[in-house]
């Protein structure tokens, strides 16, 4: 079955802006490319449920400590059926050192009984019914549809895609929603998935927040460096 696809409102950028980001988007693109070819989610996961999982525990927490925590979680629970079965102690003693270690242990064993419950422990490939999961938002389901399933069904907004997107001068939003709606009206939707992936990237090596290494950055001569000083 084809996933449905979830409207999203149109750009409201004047058409003269409109064009003059989509023009600098497609040479963002072919820069990244360069510096990224094999740019993945840095996430660990064997299956679409251990990604699911894994980017929910996310929320507010590096990749790289949820890394630490999810072989246990996994080797103990490899599939929405176990999950379900554990129990709230068990879960909440593995995801104890990624903060809000309650609210995500909640999150991901309801999760797990909705997966097994109603829809027989499958994830289901459409992103209106991803994010009735608990703790599923709009860029966890992207994640998941877009990393293990090939499915661009939005562009993934996490805190380095907002910054660079704003330095870039590709939207002028903090809000991650209105960020999505700028970035999907200027990229070619084939470019969705990667995008994300390339920018977290080059956000973590070069685009560093505290200290973005500009004179070095490949990207530099499209980016008109929105909100910092001049070098």
């Not at 590096?62 to 979680?73: F, H, I, K």
């Amino acid at each position: 079955m084809t996933p449905k696809k979830t409207a999203r409102k149109a750009s409201s950028v004047a058409p003269d802006l409109l064009k003059e980001r989509k023009q600098r988007a497609r040479a963002v693109i072919r820069e990244l490319k360069k510096l990224f070819p094999e740019a993945e989610c840095a996430l660990h996961h064997e299956s679409a449920f251990q990604l699911l999982v894994a980017t929910i525990l996310s929320a507010q927490c590096t990749d790289e400590r949820v890394n630490m925590a999810t072989p246990e979680l996994f080797r103990r629970y490899p599939d929405a059926k176990a999950l379900k079965n554990s129990t709230q102690a068990a879960v909440e003693k593995i995801v104890n050192p990624l903060g809000f270690f309650r609210n995500k242990a909640t999150n991901i064993r309801a999760m797990a009984a909705m997966l097994v419950d109603e829809f027989g422990g499958e994830i289901p490939q459409d992103i209106d019914q991803l994010v009735k999961l608990p703790g599923v938002g709009r860029k966890t389901a992207s994640v998941v549809l877009g990393t293990w399933y090939g499915i661009p069904s939005g562009v993934v907004v996490d805190t380095h895609v907002r910054r660079i997107s704003n330095l870039l001068g590709l939207t002028e939003s903090q809000n991650p929603e209105i960020i999505e709606r700028d970035l999907m009206a200027i990229l070619p939707k084939k470019e969705w998935i990667e995008f994300s992936h390339r920018i977290i990237y080059h956000g973590r090596q070069t685009c560093i927040a505290r200290r973005p290494k500009c004179e070095s950055c490949g990207l530099l001569k499209h980016c008109p460096r929105v909100g910092l000083p001049p070098l």
